[in-house]
């Protein structure tokens, strides 16, 4: 079975500008969570998304955003790039937490640069 | 609510040593734990995950944890620490049956032949 998929690997944009990160989630996961990983903050939930809908969200800005198609790729979004959001934003997809298996595996992350 | 405290931010062994990576959690609901471990510029792995079976939690490449309700604690062992094992690792806690996920600051375990 094929792991969760992360594309673009490496970005880097300026200020002020917008970017789009994709996911695809191991084949029969319909649940998929965002994460972003700074070495000063460490790694921080942004979203959950399940069915197309956003079942749990962090504590970010409203610039991040998410949504989850019908075949349960996933995108984020960041709008108006801040220095700050320089990271690895990693993506995990589990079963849904019905199931009663909440264990997540995680992407190998896109690294975003903001200049 | 819950949190996790990794009680180090750096750990160093010599290889052939045992490892000791100490982790205390703090959760409102009766909690799922795991660990991750993280080698440089790669993804997050799962080594071992508790979700209230037995207590000693046996994972790969030889890790084990033990969880402790009574000192909130799930700290992860290895008898003999390889080369290979110098990475970030991390606690982590969720509650039992949720998917969010609660993550410490990491302990980086370095290894020296």
């Known amino acids: 079975k094929a792991g969760v998929t992360q594309t673009p690997r490496y970005l880097i944009k300026t200020r002020g500008q917008q970017v789009t990160l994709s996911c695809s989630p191991i084949?029969?996961?319909?649940?998929v969570s965002w994460y972003q990983q700074t070495p000063g903050q460490g790694l921080q939930f942004l979203f959950e998304?399940?069915?197309?809908?956003?079942?749990n969200k962090g504590n970010f800005p409203g610039r991040f955003s998410g949504r989850q198609f019908s075949n349960s790729r996933s995108e984020m979004n960041v709008s108006t790039l801040e220095l700050g959001d320089s990271a690895l934003y990693l993506c995990?997809?589990?079963?849904?937490?019905?199931?009663?298996?909440?264990?997540?595996?995680f992407g190998p992350g896109t690294r975003l640069t903001v200049l | 609510a819950q949190s996790v405290t990794q009680l180090d931010s750096h750990v160093s062994v010599s290889e052939g040593t045992p490892v000791l990576l100490r982790c205390n959690y703090s959760?409102?609901?009766?909690?799922?734990l795991f660990w991750y471990v993280q080698h440089p510029n790669k993804g997050l792995q799962l080594l071992l995950k508790y979700t209230s079976a037995a207590t000693l939690v046996k994972g790969i490449n030889g890790f084990e944890a033990e969880f402790k309700k009574s000192e909130t604690s799930f700290h992860l062992t290895k008898p003999s620490a390889h080369m290979s094992d110098a990475a970030e690792y991390f606690c982590?806690?969720?509650?039992?049956?949720?998917?969010?996920?609660?993550f410490g600051k990491g302990t980086m375990l370095l290894v020296s032949p």
């Open positions: 084949s029969g996961h319909r649940s």
């Open positions: 998304y399940f069915s197309e809908t956003q079942r």
């Open positions: 995990a997809s589990s079963q849904p937490r019905e199931f009663g298996n909440n264990e997540q595996f």
């Open positions: 959760s409102s609901y009766s909690p799922s």
């Open positions: 982590v806690v969720s509650a039992s049956g949720y998917s969010t996920l609660t």
